[in-house]
């Protein structure tokens, strides 16, 4: 049987882990770097490339080099994180068929699912080429505060890839269970993940064989990407006030720049301060143009200070969720790169009251949990058990546009609720249900996951007919619905209507179309 | 797990001592609430759990009733638990037993065990996590952590197990929905208050729980049955009825006093705990009804005054927010809604604006300042001609007042821009 491989599938960069001889082991690809670029580009001669390659290219190709697609993942093309993405993003996004982002690159339009599934197929080849057989079996993690189009839509992913996806598991949760294998006391943590492109905090109870989610929070397009942004304007208006050059619309410049802020940040967490230096930058009318400047880490903490605040105002609403205080947590982990920062260390370590639990290597703890969990699924193994929760709140749009929650968030999974439905008209045959996904009390403000219609209703006057709806979480977050009428104890015909995901044929084609390619990574 | 070895501070059961009214002065909501719910049966361990009190606070009160004698405890036989749900070597009922099957890869004793709490979904939630009625928080967070580990379905995944991958689903979202209503005391005192006095006390205890369970036919109970269900459980002892209301009674009288005297907070409190403990009685709920009116209008003035506070402190959505609380108690009252039509100005949100300035208007006719208002969100909105509208009408109802004065001349302006 072949074995499980647990994948971290980064805005940024992703990772791949495998339990090997009872022990977890993060899979190094063959240059030797144990995470990968979550980037895919179409060169100027037509090859595909994934991971560093891609990256490397990055400049000279940003066109058609895609980075941070998981920012898109699951969205419609419409909402406010598409746009804002569209705003800084190289690579091109259109709108798809059922209202989905793509991106269009060389001359071809992808899905997101598609971009996140050539990721994933390289991490499947990395970890082929590391255990030397086949590998069909993963668990892919997610961030914690996806909701289900997002979480259906990596599965879609996985299956691209040629993946069976086990289980999705939540970042948080992976890395608790990292953390906690083998650990015999009983503790309440909290794991703080602020990766490049979203932040979950979760706070868990371990003890007793059970790694138990109390409450979580987060944001999915908040990030390390926000911070190179940041640092991007910030240069960006220096130079335009020094040398009253806009450098805005020049690609291969913005993409230096980028390249150049990410590796500031990078460095200000260990200096006190750096220079950025790109020589030829531009070229206009008085000839090439340099720029040359330093940024100082106070500089960087007063940039991104808002950002970090907003992140620890989800800690407390989460702390409070979970009915604790912050004196009442035993440790912090940090996790994902972003919280290298100082400032974000301290930020936590003052709210917290305490300095962060620094044993894990917040690069890889993600992978390497859901390596374990996926270890656990298969094999007599069972140290720990999972017990997760589902993040948003789950209901029904009611006729005057408010949200009627049905299962509430931070209901352990899985998860059923039943509620019944009934007709408003004499002879009424269908009734439409509204499935949504979110925090607010007004409908039209939550993600929709879809329309179901109850059809084939028999005719009865209006109130009459009782049909027991069940709305299920599944463990990896995923929502169903099924229909029974009680009077006749029958199953209910339902049909669903799941906004912003790709249908059974969309994935069985680009599965043949992407089976032609072999993609280099590293030469 | 067991609930006879707890220690003895929670297996207490307080009650209420004899001419207790006489020593017990005036209570707070929450001090009411928690008097309320000792009845003689609730155990300590579940009492200082709700209400608004914080547990040692519950603590610290229950103590000091125990000292001035309004609180007495009870003799109290530590309650029979009804043996837990894993009761290995169960027989059960022959039309389940057929549903084992030996060729399956999971043990048959799980299989039995699983299918025993199937057929019995609907038993209380206590029974199900195997814990006694009075079992502390943390014993329920244990039993539940020992059930999930047997019946959570990620131990069986891809396990050949036919049918039980199903049926555990559905036992295990059953384990859960105990646990989190056992664990949250304001659901757990409700459950306690509906399944009545222990059967201890009032019925001989059933034979090994295993086999009684067994003959019972698996049925899927439609909601009126299960409700039924329920109140035949619900039997509580004649002279614990005549106590309750005679107590009730006491609070009614209480209530008919602080009326009198405009002290409308004591009365509603007062009314409130003669309902709590005599539900039945429709002349209380009467009461309530009328006191009701008298405390929202107080708390929608104070809400309004505050709110007040925070626009004078810069804070303007937090006063709308405020004064939609106090529009939440008093609907129809046109000054709370003329308070939140200027909120919602001051924060530029001329829809909702609008909105209240037109409620206003509606419940007020013949106040100059609503239409005065009114007339300012509508010339915001760039609705002149209604604006013009309301601000005649202002004058006409008075025509010295400042405000509408005002309003006019910045009409005036405005026409004259073009």
């Not at chain 1, 970042?171 to 943590?189: C, D, R, V």
């Not at chain 1, 009442?328 to 936590?348: C, E, K, M, W």
């Not at chain 2, 924060?347 to 909702?352: A, W, Y």
Request: aromatic share 6%.
């Amino acid at each position: 049987m072949s074995r499980v491989i647990g994948i971290d599938l980064g805005t940024t960069n992703s990772c791949v882990a495998v339990v090997d001889g009872g022990k977890p082991v993060v899979i190094p690809n063959t240059g030797g770097y144990k995470t990968s670029p979550s980037m895919f580009a179409i060169s100027q001669d037509g090859k595909r490339l994934v991971g560093h390659l891609a990256k490397r290219q990055a400049i000279t190709n940003a066109r058609d080099t895609v980075y941070a697609a998981k920012r898109l993942i699951g969205r419609r093309y419409e909402s406010p994180e598409v746009r804002k993405a569209a705003e800084v993003c190289p690579y091109e996004i259109v709108r798809g068929p059922n209202d989905d982002p793509r991106i269009a690159i060389g001359d071809k339009t992808f899905t997101c699912p598609e971009i996140a599934g050539i990721i994933l197929r390289e991490m499947k080849s990395v970890a082929e080429e590391y255990l030397g057989e086949p590998v069909t079996d993963a668990v892919i993690t997610v961030p914690a505060y996806f909701n289900d189009t997002q979480r259906q839509c990596t599965k879609d992913a996985g299956k691209i890839a040629g993946l069976e996806v086990l289980r999705i598991i939540n970042e948080p949760t992976a890395a608790a269970l990292a953390y906690g294998i083998g650990k015999q006391s009983e503790e309440k943590i909290a794991v703080y993940d602020l990766g490049g492109g979203t932040f979950d905090i979760s706070i868990l109870e371990l003890g007793d064989g059970v790694v138990e989610v109390l409450a979580t929070a987060g944001n999915t397009f908040l990030g390390g990407e926000d911070f190179d942004r940041r640092v991007v304007e910030y240069i960006l208006d220096e130079f335009q006030q020094r040398e009253g050059l806009d450098l805005r619309q020049d690609l291969m410049a913005m993409q230096r720049l980028k390249d150049a802020a990410e590796k500031a940040k990078c460095d200000l967490s260990s200096m006190a301060n750096t220079e950025i230096n790109l020589p030829f930058i531009a070229n206009d009318a008085n000839g090439a143009r340099h720029l040359n400047m330093e940024l100082d880490r106070p500089t960087l903490e007063r940039l991104v200070s808002g950002i970090v605040n907003e992140t620890i105002k989800s800690v407390e609403q989460c702390v409070a969720d979970a009915g604790l205080t912050p004196d009442q947590i035993d440790h912090v982990v940090l996790v994902g790169g972003q919280t290298r920062t100082p400032l974000v260390q301290s930020a936590v370590a003052e709210f917290m009251g305490k300095t962060p639990h620094r044993g894990v290597n917040p690069d890889e703890v993600v992978a390497v949990g859901a390596a374990i969990q996926g270890h656990m699924l298969v094999s007599e193994d069972r140290d720990l058990l999972l017990l997760d929760v589902t993040p948003l709140d789950l209901g029904i749009a009611t006729f005057d546009g408010h949200f009627a929650k049905l299962i509430e968030r931070n209901t352990t999974v899985p998860a059923r609720k039943s509620h019944i439905f009934t007709t408003t008209r004499d002879e009424q045959s269908a009734v439409k249900i509204r499935v949504l996904q979110g925090t607010s009390d007004r409908a039209v403000e939550n993600h929709l996951l879809g329309e179901f219609v109850l059809s084939d209703i028999p005719p009865a006057p209006k109130g009459e007919p009782e049909i027991d709806v069940s709305f299920d979480i599944d463990s990896n977050g995923i929502v169903s619905v099924s229909a029974r009428d009680l009077a006749s104890r029958q199953e209910q015909s339902i049909t669903v209507n799941a906004t912003g995901t790709l249908s059974e044929e969309e994935i069985e084609r680009i599965i043949r179309e992407n089976e032609a390619y072999d993609l280099p990574s590293e030469s | 797990m067991s609930g006879a070895s707890q220690a003895g501070a929670d297996a207490r059961v307080p009650r209420l001592a004899k001419g207790w009214e006489r020593r017990c002065g005036g209570l707070s909501p929450e001090e009411g609430f928690l008097l309320s719910r000792i009845d003689g049966h609730t155990p300590w361990s579940l009492l200082r759990e709700i209400g608004g009190f914080v547990p040692t606070e519950a603590d610290h009160c229950l103590e000091r009733w125990l000292e001035d004698g309004i609180v007495e405890l009870c003799e109290r036989a530590p309650g029979g638990s009804q043996p837990g749900a894993s009761d290995s070597g169960c027989r059960l009922d022959p039309a389940l037993e057929a549903n084992l099957d030996a060729s399956l890869d999971l043990p048959i004793e799980v299989q039995r065990q699983v299918l025993d709490i199937e057929a019995n979904l609907e038993r209380p939630y206590h029974e199900l996590l195997g814990v006694p009625r009075n079992a502390s928080t943390k014993d329920v967070k244990r039993a539940y952590f020992a059930l999930s580990k047997l019946y959570h379905p990620d131990r069986y995944f891809r396990r050949e197990i036919g049918s039980f991958h199903r049926r555990l689903e559905r036992v295990f979202k059953k384990i859960i929905e105990a646990y989190e209503l056992l664990s949250d005391p304001a659901t757990r005192a409700e459950i306690e208050r509906s399944l009545g006095p222990e059967p201890a006390e009032t019925q001989p205890a059933p034979p090994s729980t295993g086999a009684k369970r067994a003959t019972r036919k698996p049925q899927k109970l439609s909601r009126m049955e299960h409700l039924a269900r329920l109140r035949a459980r619900f039997k509580i002892p004649k002279h614990v009825l005549a106590e309750r209301k005679a107590r009730a009674r006491e609070f009614y009288d209480a209530f008919k006093v602080a009326s009198a005297r405009g002290r409308w907070l004591e009365a509603a409190s007062n009314v409130r705990l003669a309902i709590a403990f005599d539900p039945a009685e429709r002349e209380y709920k009467r009461g309530f009804g009328e006191v009701q009116a008298e405390v929202h209008r107080v708390r929608a003035e104070s809400l309004v005054e505050k709110a007040g506070e925070c626009l004078a402190a810069g804070a303007p959505e937090e006063g709308l927010r405020l004064c939609e609380e106090a529009l939440g108690y008093r609907p129809g009252d046109a000054a709370v809604n003329h308070a939140a039509a200027r909120m919602a100005a001051e924060t530029n949100d001329l829809e909702r604006a609008k909105e209240y300035a037109e409620r206003a208007v509606e419940l007020g006719p013949d106040a100059c300042l609503h239409h005065a208002h009114l007339a300012k969100v509508l010339r915001l909105r760039g609705e002149r001609d209604l604006a013009r509208t309301a601000v005649q009408e202002a004058l006409r109802l008075d025509p010295r007042n400042p405000e509408a004065r005002s309003e006019m001349d910045a009409l005036r302006r405005l026409v004259r821009r073009g």
